[in-house]
């Protein structure tokens, strides 16, 4: 029998032979368009020491500038990079999602593309993958960014650990190694890329850390205000729900059910009282306000949760965002090596 496999051509030539990629670099994009092209040169140039086969998935996220078009001209010219155009900005954890759902290696590594993570840090990741970790989170120990994104940062990172249970000094960076199959089945919307090393820890995974060199930004501008702090706080009580309490939920509303209905019994206790010494009581804000504790406060608190709950049990159904081009890495190509007397290589059998 005679088999004939063609390696892949680009304009330069030959660069290998077609290949599953084990590395997918997933890299989520908006309005970045004076860095692509230095992140894909780079990237290009620590991937190919690193000597793994790989694939460089860009997610366009409603990018307005040249961004868009920039990745498009990549993937024509190199056939390991894919591109995703969301038809609108729907956010990072939508397009980290679309991203982990066609990433097609065993190992994957997310990054933002404005060159403040470095590309030469990912041989580290690897290699503490290679301990035995599912998860590598990078730690940006000096931060260069402003003290309105550092301090809220630091603050926030101390909440999320206390209450998690997982211990990082850094939940924000974008810059993380995961084996594929920590990311399986994670279904992330809203502000959830922050809480990733929470959910695949929560499923047994195993999560660690380390610090990664960290570069001001030089291009475009930051895409989180201090809005950011309210949409965490309410993502963190999402993920307690659908972590610790997904199997008790009775055990968190119970506990807020109560808490509320303590305080209302406890105004409506003291207005008893004084309706027993003779007192007119129904006139008295206090009255009303202990009936909305005891009535309105948890029903609101508790309908908010289940809510949530309720989105999480549906939202891998159908993607929460919708995508208006799509174009598939066509291959993923070995480091080049000294090219054969022949473009085709037959074997006989």
Not at 68 to 87: K, N, Q, T, Y
Not at 249 to 258: A, N, R, T, Y
Not at 306 to 320: H, K, S, V, Y
């Amino acid at each position: 029998m005679i088999s004939t496999v063609a390696p892949h051509l680009t304009r330069r030539g030959k660069i290998g032979v077609p290949t599953e990629p084990q590395i997918s670099i997933v890299i989520p994009f908006l309005d970045e368009e004076g860095s692509i092209e230095e992140l894909y040169a780079k990237l290009t140039e620590v991937l190919g020491r690193v000597g793994k086969p790989y694939e460089i998935l860009f997610i366009d996220d409603g990018s307005r500038d040249r961004g868009g078009a920039l990745v498009d001209a990549l993937s024509e010219r190199d056939p390991r990079v894919g591109v995703i155009h969301f038809r609108r900005n729907f956010g990072k954890a939508a397009a980290l999602d679309a991203g982990f759902r066609r990433a097609r290696g065993r190992i994957l590594i997310t990054m933002d593309a404005d060159l403040q993570d470095d590309p030469n840090e990912i041989p580290n990741f690897l290699a503490k993958l290679d301990e035995g970790y599912d998860l590598v989170s990078g730690w940006k120990k000096k931060r260069l960014d402003p003290l309105g994104k550092t301090l809220p940062s630091k603050f926030f990172n101390r909440v999320v650990s206390k209450v998690s249970g997982l211990k990082l000094n850094d939940f924000n960076c974008g810059f993380k190694t995961y084996r594929a199959e920590s990311v399986y089945g994670l279904d992330l919307y809203g502000e959830l890329h922050r809480y990733i090393p929470v959910l695949v820890h929560w499923r047994g995974f195993r999560v660690a850390e380390i610090p990664v060199l960290h570069h001001p930004r030089r291009s475009g501008s930051s895409k989180y205000g201090i809005e950011r702090l309210v949409k965490g706080f309410f993502d963190l009580l999402t993920v307690l729900l659908i972590t610790r309490y997904r199997a008790r939920p009775l055990h968190l509303f119970g506990g807020v059910g109560l808490a509320f209905a303590a305080l209302g019994f406890a105004c409506l206790g003291y207005l008893s009282v004084l309706w027993l010494q003779g007192h007119n009581i129904g006139n008295r804000p206090l009255l009303l306000l202990g009936v909305l504790l005891v009535l309105v406060g948890a029903q609101l608190v508790s309908v908010g949760l289940l809510g949530e709950m309720i989105r999480n049990t549906q939202i891998g159904q159908r993607p929460p965002y919708e995508i208006r081009s799509e174009i598939s890495a066509r291959a993923a190509v070995l480091p080049a090596e000294p090219a054969a007397p022949s473009s085709v290589v037959r074997a006989t059998s």
